[in-house]
């Protein structure tokens, strides 16, 4: 009988719990562990290969690789993905060499990007920061005013990228931020310095001057003001890239008078013909007429790299519909599949779709606004119809779902 109490008590020889105080001891050879070990054990293999991003332990990925996987997430946009790659590609390699070639000390290169508004922009930040593992953030340039003014100082744009590598610093420290709106913050007065007091504008780019070069910023853990008796957490922005983003409205103007092109005026061209001719120009773009816009010089030299996105066409936006990981099809089909209901789009459907995005003039973003006011009352109908399996979405039913969607007739006409 001792014998068998000894065997029955068996110790995990990790924590040296019994066996009667878990729920199973996996025994082996020489050792025991309990349930509750292993499963820390697997908490901090997952934490720690959640903090340690692939491309610190193995190869970075090299610019063509980053480029494909930016080809599965935006559509289009390929001279800006090549510029992206090889920028963030140079970034982490200099971060990871540590090392000085010849006393030659490497320096990081931000990047501007520049195009309207819903073609790509954050999204190919958004996506820089899945493929490499990085903690990524998006700030808003217009809420930032000098410091001692109302508003957001500008070491709270770290306070989100702080939160996002989940208060590590060392993984913050590596991260990618997305500064939007930045033409809101040019000078009021063009190039030449603003008389007035301009606390939002060229004062703003004066102090980011230090963050976006490198500096070793005190910043409040939960953004806000700095107040003495608040503990404030220390972050060197060195290794972070910054990607800076604007519609920048106005600058084809400024590089049309650089490069003698006429747009305005009475012998300037009407219509459709004007919009390639607009893309075309914002593809000249130089550091001088960013000076030109408002931008100060000490700032244009922070942020080397330029890259221009192209307004999207209407093939554009019917390839963003279906073809993306996370399409906007393929998201409609799987909020009904949830339902046990298949879903499926005919092609003129999807171009109806488009043709309202294009009329709205909001780019990308305003695809997922037109889909959800064309299948509103579908979404609203389909899970009470019972014995309900298939759905086939047609133009008609965009058209009257934009404004009133007649479910009694459409819903009998949807196969069980």
Known sequence: ????????ETHCSFCGRSASQVDRIITGPSVHICNECVKLCNEVLAEQKKQTPSWENGAI???????????????????????????????YKRIRSRVDMDGVELEKSNVMLIGPTGVGKTELAKTLAKVLQVPFSIADATILTEAGYVGEDVENILVGLLQAAEYDVARAEKGILYLDEVDKIARRSGGAPSMARDVSGEGVQQALLKILEGTVANIPPKGGRKHPEQPMLQLNTRNILFICGGAFEGLDKVISQRVGRRTMGFGAAMGEADEPDAAALMAQVHPE???????????????????????????DLFRILTEPRHALVQQCQRLFAMDGVEVSFTEEALRRIVALTVRKGTGARGLRSVMEQAMMDVMYEAPS????????????????????????????????
Not at 1 to 8: D, E, N, T
Not at 290 to 304: A, M, Q
Not at 394 to 407: L, Q
């Open 1 to 8: 009988m001792r014998r068998r109490q000894v065997k029955s």
């Open 61 to 91: 990925p090299k610019p063509p690789e980053i480029a494909r996987f930016l080809d599965d997430y935006v559509i289009g946009q390929d001279r800006a993905k090549k510029i992206l790659s090889v920028a963030v590609y140079n970034h």
């Open 289 to 315: 007429d960013l000076l030109s816009f408002g931008l100060i010089p000490e700032f244009v030299g922070r942020v080397p790299v330029i890259a221009t996105l192209d307004p999207l066409s209407e093939d």
């Open 385 to 416: 119809q019972e014995g309900l399996r298939e759905l086939m979405v047609t133009a008609e039913m965009v058209d009257k779902g934009v404004d009133h969607f007649d479910s009694g007739d459409e819903v009998a006409r949807i196969l069980a």
